[in-house]
């Protein structure tokens, strides 16, 4: 399930502009520093910093 929900917050920073609470919102993780402390377990990586990797 979180796997699921980690690569929906990837696709959303790859593919939109959409802030980090909204994206925590759509996929399920309920708040901003609940997807970010989760990313960054899973990633290592800040979803800010991922979604400068794709610009």
Known sequence: ???????????????????????ATRVGLSSAVNLRRRFHTALRTTPAAYRRSFR
């Open 1 to 23: 399930m979180l796997e699921r929900r980690l690569a929906a917050t990837r696709a959303l920073l790859e593919e939109t502009d959409l802030p980090v609470e909204t994206i």
